[in-house]
């Protein structure tokens, strides 16, 4: 069964616009949600990470946005520029202890256009 | 920096045979773990190992087995490979107690 699901599946967004990715989770024990970043034939990367106790972090053009009671997060890119095409993935961490992996959403493809 | 090493980085493999997918890290993290990455079905955990001799099942654990004789490394084999099991392997790691994983380049196998 699926606990993080991720939507788009794909997004095209023209340069200077705002990129956003929508993930939810039925988990409530989650405890730690992260976003990465993959570039073709890369492994993904750690881009910005969120814990629920807060509603938003932000970092750069980069900014999570969290929703604890709707079990929801976004990942929001302002300003969005042909180098941020690349596919992200939301995941979640269980918080039980023993509990450390990660589960991934399906992930968005996102094409950045001049 | 190395990090994460993967090899080999691809491979095209007869169904039927025996492989091993080669990890290793130099970060010194307890944690590490191998996903498989297959088009519109994101990365799916296949096993885990949060300490050195000590290992788990993820999500899609059949076909798949592990080893962890030390914090270093972290062997992913296919006894019997299956063309279902053609995709992409990354091995990652983690401090224990983080979120946040470090993975290597990936080794895409092809079973034919």
């Known amino acids: 069964q699926q606990q993080v699901k991720q939507s788009p599946q794909s997004l095209i967004v023209q340069k200077g616009g705002i990129s956003i990715i929508n993930c939810a989770y039925e988990n409530t024990a989650f405890d730690y949600f992260p976003w990465y970043q993959q570039f073709p034939g890369k492994g993904p990367a750690l881009l910005i990470a969120?814990?629920?106790?807060?509603s938003e972090k932000k970092e750069g053009r980069f900014t999570i946005s969290f929703n604890k009671s709707a079990k929801q997060f976004s990942l929001h890119i302002m300003d969005s520029q042909p180098g941020d095409s690349a596919t992200y993935f939301c995941?979640?961490?269980?918080?039980?202890?023993?509990?450390?992996?990660?589960?991934f959403g399906k992930g968005t493809k996102l094409s950045v256009i001049p | 920096i190395a990090g994460i090493t993967q090899a080999p980085t691809s491979q095209i493999l007869a169904a039927g045979r025996r492989m091993t997918l080669r990890c290793t890290q130099d970060m010194r993290h307890n944690a590490m773990y191998w996903y498989r990455q297959d088009l519109g079905l994101g990365l799916r955990l296949i096993h885990y190992s949060n300490t050195a001799g000590t290992t788990g099942k993820g999500e899609v654990p059949d076909g798949y087995s592990v080893s962890r004789a030390n914090t270093d490394d972290f062997p992913l084999t296919l006894a019997s490979a299956v063309p279902s099991q053609t995709s992409v392997y990354f091995c990652a790691s983690s401090a224990m107690t983080t979120g946040e994983l470090f993975f290597g380049e990936g080794s895409r196998l092809t079973v034919l």
């Open positions: 969120i814990r629920p106790d807060v």
């Open positions: 995941a979640a961490r269980g918080a039980r202890a023993g509990s450390y992996q990660l589960t």
